[in-house]
């Protein structure tokens, strides 16, 4: 069906509403039944009378009947919650308009004509966040997907490219700031105290990279240089007060200009690059064409108050927005099926950028855990969909990990296979065929087939089979070869009950016993659902190291006795092999004692002291930089291992996680302290020794924490009163979060206090104590949803509080109640119901954690259930949530 006939949100439940008025049952759009626009708009002129509680908009489009539509007369303009209180055709009222539901339809007479509308929008009244939307008095807006359809009629789809000639006015003393894409062509000011702005993007681009913003900010101003002489302007924008947190953006900004030169031949195109932070924002960022527009927390960076991650967050958005100038904007998607193409692509690329700036190994490693801890489960869950979705209810449901994350592993499989250079020369070749167009991910595909010289045939199953393989390996020894046997299952997903077998690239290097060496590493590809592989010339059985890199996105599993385990922890030359056999030793163990492989104490003991020699060895390592000892020190989260098993118990395995820790805390109680005091003495710095001590500092205190609450607890509120950055100081008191101590309470004290009015800090506090392991983190939960300072209407504040309590399995389980009563499950369903109506897209993204009840024991299970069902019950949902909750039941 056309993608514009849509119902608008909230819509009726089917399932509760009225008998005698027949529900609205969401539309569902299918990836086969695209068609091409029936009208193009080669040009739009927006008018903005800018007012924070109404803003009048007059949108002039020119438009032209598209030769490769069928030619009908109706002019399809979607709307979302908009009435036009004028439309003109070729300069004269039009009598011959309707609605369509939320659409504006116009029958045209000929090929080619100047539609006019004014709409008048309430920006202070959109706690949406989509369309135009006021936030701490600045005006902004959020277009992707379809938010241009809450600004103002036009065919919404990313496959209508126009350019665009802005003009605004408003307030001067309130918005001082005027700004929107390309370049700023005129602007003046009015004895009225108004002032106007024109700018004009000469890039045509889609409706879903149209921006404006219109507030008092301040900006940090810097320039660059392309490599081919184009000067242009930076500006990154903040409320004032926050600039000097500005700084490591520009940076990072700088960085991603040159990069991309670099690594893809990418030059910017503009003489001005504009980025504005704002605190009330659905996602991350955005990458609108010359205005990106940012979360505050991606943008706002200083010691004082950003963590080491941050500050890799900050750098890592900026140039994944940055990235978008080519593979999102030059290039867009034909339509929203697609978004992998430039959503995957982009992560790669910002993955990459990263890896360059600073460790790779542990870029890698870092990007695996997300994976892992993300991706994994939806894949394996009622919400698992392809990189390419078949079809959808509300796209905003599918920014998903699986289009995001897996999709970047599928084009870093092909970069594998290509190779460095030949996968350059594939995107060489997509960046030059489709430039300026809206593209699909087939199209990239073929680029890289005829650019890098790949068969892609059977790789595009990636694109349109969800589920994460499930490879099995065995390697067996005779004579001087050792064969190394693969199989491999692709697990049904809804909708998708039978699948093919995927090709899937495995870097391998089997190393020789005796000399603890390998001769060199080797692609293989696993093409089939069971495949051999012979090397010969190793008298002994070899000690396999597989997936190196993390070549695939798959889940091996394999017999390889501990001692290889530990072999390969201690002596892998390949840092994420190393850290995959350091997990791989705790994963078997841990699966073992919940999944009842381990029967006795002697057994459980011998798992440990398998686990605790190798981290002592990891500890004492002198050749390894504390970064990388940091990753191999983390132990996997309980959402993984939850994934190892068909059905899990939550509470099991947190008990024996935890029990693996203490037992860690207290058997290398020495090495943890003497760790701590070495990395302690370390003066802050940027650089990666001093990031290094600062992640191992926390690190350690998480195990004394485990197994020596109290050396742990003065150790931790004496870091914490030491502390001379936030890294330290947030460390420090995610530890005493979880302790019983009154250490906890000062310190929570100080920090709300040291830190009131600042926002990004506050979350930080929200979330530390609703991720905490403190026996009473529901309560603590329940009673910062009552603090003042918590508001339904900043996302940002949502997921402080709520996300971090949904991912915490004490809390979102319930762990420290006896009977399972499903007070988490209540908490996080009770949230879905009083934000759906405020910010639907937020609300939807809770949904997912109550819809893996099938992969939990009965009990729990049916609690989960009973929440999702109590959702679905509710007499108006949006259909984000209705989407999410019906999916997650079915
Ligand atoms: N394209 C952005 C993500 C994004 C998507 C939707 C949004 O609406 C609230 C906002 C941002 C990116 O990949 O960064
Ligand atoms: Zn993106």
Same mark, same amino acid.
């Given at each position: 069906?056309?993608?514009?006939?849509?119902?608008?949100?909230?819509?009726?439940?089917?399932?509760?509403?009225?008998?005698?008025?027949?529900?609205?049952?969401?539309?569902?759009?299918?990836?086969?039944?695209?068609?091409?626009?029936?009208?193009?708009?080669?040009?739009?002129?927006?008018?903005?009378?800018?007012?924070?509680?109404?803003?009048?908009?007059?949108?002039?489009?020119?438009?032209?009947?598209?030769?490769?539509?069928?030619?009908?007369?109706?002019?399809?303009?979607?709307?979302?919650?908009?009435?036009?209180?004028?439309?003109?055709?070729?300069?004269?009222?039009?009598?011959?308009?309707?609605?369509?539901?939320?659409?504006?339809?116009?029958?045209?007479?000929?090929?080619?004509?100047?539609?006019?509308?004014?709409?008048?929008?309430?920006?202070?009244?959109?706690?949406?966040?989509?369309?135009?939307?006021?936030?701490?008095?600045?005006?902004?807006?959020?277009?992707?997907?379809?938010?241009?359809?809450?600004?103002?009629?036009?065919?919404?789809?990313?496959?209508?490219?126009?350019?665009?000639?802005?003009?605004?006015?408003?307030?001067?003393?309130?918005?001082?700031?005027?700004?929107?894409?390309?370049?700023?062509?005129?602007?003046?000011?009015?004895?009225?105290?108004?002032?106007?702005?024109?700018?004009?993007?000469?890039?045509?681009?889609?409706?879903?990279?149209?921006?404006?913003?219109?507030?008092?900010?301040?900006?940090?101003?810097?320039?660059?240089?392309?490599?081919?002489?184009?000067?242009?302007?930076?500006?990154?924008?903040?409320?004032?007060?926050?600039?000097?947190?500005?700084?490591?953006?520009?940076?990072?900004?700088?960085?991603?200009?040159?990069?991309?030169?670099?690594?893809?031949?990418?030059?910017?195109?503009?003489?001005?690059?504009?980025?504005?932070?704002?605190?009330?924002?659905?996602?991350?960022?955005?990458?609108?064409?010359?205005?990106?527009?940012?979360?505050?927390?991606?943008?706002?960076?200083?010691?004082?108050?950003?963590?080491?991650?941050?500050?890799?967050?900050?750098?890592?958005?900026?140039?994944?927005?940055?990235?978008?100038?080519?593979?999102?904007?030059?290039?867009?998607?034909?339509?929203?099926?697609?978004?992998?193409?430039?959503?995957?692509?982009?992560?790669?690329?910002?993955?990459?950028?990263?890896?360059?700036?600073?460790?790779?190994?542990?870029?890698?490693?870092?990007?695996?855990?997300?994976?892992?801890?993300?991706?994994?489960?939806?894949?394996?869950?009622?919400?698992?969909?392809?990189?390419?979705?078949?079809?959808?209810?509300?796209?905003?449901?599918?920014?998903?990990?699986?289009?995001?994350?897996?999709?970047?592993?599928?084009?870093?499989?092909?970069?594998?296979?290509?190779?460095?250079?030949?996968?350059?020369?594939?995107?060489?070749?997509?960046?030059?065929?489709?430039?300026?167009?809206?593209?699909?991910?087939?199209?990239?595909?073929?680029?890289?087939?005829?650019?890098?010289?790949?068969?892609?045939?059977?790789?595009?199953?990636?694109?349109?089979?969800?589920?994460?393989?499930?490879?099995?390996?065995?390697?067996?020894?005779?004579?001087?070869?050792?064969?190394?046997?693969?199989?491999?299952?692709?697990?049904?997903?809804?909708?998708?009950?039978?699948?093919?077998?995927?090709?899937?690239?495995?870097?391998?290097?089997?190393?020789?016993?005796?000399?603890?060496?390998?001769?060199?590493?080797?692609?293989?590809?696993?093409?089939?659902?069971?495949?051999?592989?012979?090397?010969?010339?190793?008298?002994?059985?070899?000690?396999?190291?597989?997936?190196?890199?993390?070549?695939?996105?798959?889940?091996?599993?394999?017999?390889?006795?501990?001692?290889?385990?530990?072999?390969?922890?201690?002596?892998?030359?390949?840092?994420?092999?190393?850290?995959?056999?350091?997990?791989? $030793?705790?994963? @078997?163990? %841990? =699966?073992?004692?919940?999944? !009842?492989?381990?029967?006795?104490? /002697?057994? &459980?003991? #011998?798992?440990?002291?398998?686990?605790?020699?190798?981290?002592?060895?990891?500890?004492?390592?002198?050749?390894?930089?504390?970064?990388?000892?940091?990753?191999?020190?983390?132990?996997?989260?309980?959402?993984?291992?939850?994934?190892?098993?068909?059905?899990?118990?939550?509470?099991?395995?947190?008990?024996?996680?935890?029990?693996?820790?203490?037992?860690?805390?207290?058997?290398?109680?020495?090495?943890?302290?003497?760790?701590?005091?070495?990395?302690?003495?370390?003066?802050?710095?940027?650089?990666?020794?001093?990031?290094?001590?600062?992640? $191992?500092?926390? @690190?350690? %205190? =998480?195990?004394?924490?485990? !197994?020596?609450?109290?050396?742990? /607890?003065? &150790?931790? #509120?004496?870091?914490?009163?030491?502390?001379?950055?936030?890294?330290?100081?947030?460390?420090?008191?995610?530890?005493?979060?979880?302790?019983?101590?009154?250490?906890?309470?000062?310190?929570?004290?100080?920090?709300?206090?040291?830190?009131?009015?600042?926002?990004?800090?506050?979350?930080?506090?929200?979330?530390?104590?609703?991720?905490?392991?403190?026996?009473?983190?529901?309560?603590?939960?329940?009673?910062?949803?009552?603090?003042?300072?918590?508001?339904?209407?900043?996302?940002?504040?949502?997921?402080?509080?709520?996300?971090?309590?949904?991912?915490?399995?004490?809390?979102?389980?319930?762990?420290?109640?006896?009977?399972?009563?499903?007070?988490?499950? &209540?908490?996080?369903?009770?949230?879905?119901?009083?934000?759906?109506?405020?910010?639907?897209?937020?609300?939807?993204?809770?949904?997912?954690?109550?819809?893996?009840?099938?992969?939990?024991?009965?009990?729990?299970?049916?609690?989960?259930?009973?929440?999702?069902?109590?959702?679905?019950?509710?007499?108006?949902?949006?259909?984000?949530?209705?989407?999410?909750?019906?999916?997650?039941?079915?």
């Amino acid at each position: 069906m056309d993608i514009a006939s849509r119902p608008s949100t909230p819509i009726e439940n089917p399932e509760t509403a009225d008998a005698a008025v027949p529900p609205q049952a969401p539309a569902v759009i299918r990836r086969e039944e695209y068609q091409p626009p029936e009208w193009l708009v080669p040009e739009i002129a927006l008018d903005f009378a800018l007012d924070l509680d109404s803003t009048k908009v007059t949108a002039t489009l020119v438009v032209r009947q598209n030769p490769e539509g069928s030619g009908g007369q109706t002019l399809r303009l979607n709307g979302d919650g908009l009435a036009a209180r004028t439309v003109t055709v070729d300069g004269q009222a039009a009598n011959d308009w309707r609605m369509d539901g939320q659409d504006l339809l116009i029958e045209l007479t000929g090929q080619n004509h100047t539609v006019e509308i004014e709409t008048v929008i309430n920006p202070a009244g959109n706690s949406q966040l989509m369309g135009l939307y006021a936030s701490n008095g600045m005006l902004c807006t959020q277009c992707e997907a379809e938010g241009f359809r809450r600004i103002t009629f036009f065919p919404d789809r990313p496959d209508v490219l126009s350019t665009y000639s802005v003009r605004m006015a408003g307030d001067k003393a309130r918005f001082p700031v005027l700004l929107s894409n390309g370049n700023c062509t005129a602007q003046g000011e009015n004895a009225d105290g108004t002032h106007w702005a024109e700018w004009h993007d000469p890039w045509p681009k889609p409706c879903y990279l149209f921006a404006l913003v219109a507030g008092e900010l301040i900006a940090n101003h810097d320039s660059f240089t392309t490599a081919g002489g184009r000067k242009v302007d930076l500006n990154i924008w903040v409320r004032p007060g926050d600039e000097d947190r500005t700084q490591h953006a520009m940076d990072s900004l700088i960085a991603s200009m040159k990069w991309d030169e670099e690594a893809f031949g990418r030059e910017y195109d503009l003489d001005l690059f504009n980025v504005v932070a704002v605190s009330d924002f659905n996602m991350g960022a955005m990458e609108n064409k010359g205005l990106n527009v940012f979360n505050t927390r991606y943008v706002l960076a200083d010691p004082q108050t950003a963590t080491d991650a941050d500050y890799d967050a900050v750098e890592g958005v900026i140039g994944h927005e940055y990235f978008h100038n080519w593979s999102g904007n030059r290039i867009t998607c034909r339509d929203w099926f697609q978004l992998s193409l430039k959503e995957g692509f982009t992560v790669l690329r910002d993955q990459m950028f990263s890896a360059d700036m600073g460790s790779a190994a542990v870029k890698r490693i870092e990007d695996v855990r997300v994976l892992r801890s993300a991706q994994f489960p939806e894949d394996s869950g009622p919400l698992a969909h392809p990189i390419r979705p078949d079809s959808y209810q509300e796209i905003s449901n599918f920014y998903t990990s699986t289009v995001y994350n897996k999709g970047a592993e599928v084009i870093r499989m092909m970069r594998s296979m290509a190779g460095v250079e030949a996968f350059r020369k594939g995107t060489d070749l997509y960046f030059a065929r489709h430039d300026g167009e809206a593209a699909t991910c087939e199209d990239f595909v073929v680029a890289i087939e005829d650019g890098a010289g790949l068969d892609l045939r059977q790789f595009r199953q990636w694109y349109s089979q969800a589920g994460t393989p499930q490879v099995k390996v065995r390697l067996d020894h005779e004579g001087d070869v050792a064969t190394l046997h693969l199989s491999q299952v692709v697990p049904a997903t809804p909708g998708q009950p039978v699948k093919q077998p995927m090709p899937i690239p495995l870097r391998l290097a089997l190393f020789d016993r005796d000399t603890g060496q390998h001769r060199g590493e080797e692609l293989i590809v696993l093409d089939a659902e069971q495949a051999s592989f012979a090397f010969s010339g190793f008298t002994r059985i070899p000690v396999l190291s597989i997936n190196r890199g993390f070549t695939a996105p798959v889940a091996i599993t394999s017999d390889v006795p501990t001692a290889d385990l530990v072999f390969l922890a201690a002596n892998d030359d390949d840092p994420f092999a190393r850290y995959e056999a350091m997990q791989s $030793l705790i994963v @078997q163990h %841990l =699966v073992a004692a919940v999944g !009842g492989g381990i029967l006795c104490d /002697a057994e &459980r003991q #011998a798992g440990r002291d398998a686990i605790g020699r190798a981290l002592a060895a990891v500890i004492d390592d002198s050749a390894l930089d504390d970064l990388m000892r940091g990753e191999l020190m983390i132990l996997p989260s309980e959402a993984y291992l939850s994934e190892q098993l068909k059905v899990a118990d939550p509470g099991a395995i947190h008990a024996e996680r935890e029990g693996l820790k203490a037992w860690l805390g207290r058997e290398l109680k020495d090495r943890l302290t003497a760790l701590h005091d070495r990395v302690s003495a370390l003066p802050y710095g940027r650089g990666a020794d001093a990031r290094g001590a600062r992640k $191992l500092k926390t @690190q350690a %205190l =998480v195990y004394l924490a485990a !197994g020596a609450p109290e050396e742990a /607890a003065s &150790r931790a #509120a004496a870091q914490y009163a030491a502390a001379d950055n936030m890294t330290d100081r947030q460390g420090a008191l995610m530890v005493l979060c979880g302790l019983d101590t009154p250490a906890r309470d000062d310190a929570l004290a100080d920090f709300r206090q040291r830190y009131d009015g600042n926002a990004l800090v506050i979350d930080k506090w929200f979330s530390l104590q609703a991720g905490s392991l403190h026996p009473k983190v529901l309560e603590h939960v329940r009673a910062l949803a009552d603090s003042p300072d918590f508001t339904l209407t900043n996302p940002n504040r949502v997921r402080a509080l709520y996300m971090s309590c949904a991912v915490n399995p004490k809390a979102f389980h319930a762990l420290n109640q006896e009977g399972e009563n499903g007070e988490g499950y &209540r908490t996080i369903a009770d949230l879905i119901l009083a934000l759906d109506p405020i910010n639907a897209q937020t609300a939807a993204r809770f949904v997912a954690p109550l819809g893996r009840w099938r992969r939990i024991e009965p009990k729990r299970s049916a609690l989960m259930r009973a929440e999702l069902e109590r959702v679905a019950k509710a007499p108006k949902l949006s259909r984000d949530t209705l989407e999410q909750v019906t999916k997650s039941l079915g």
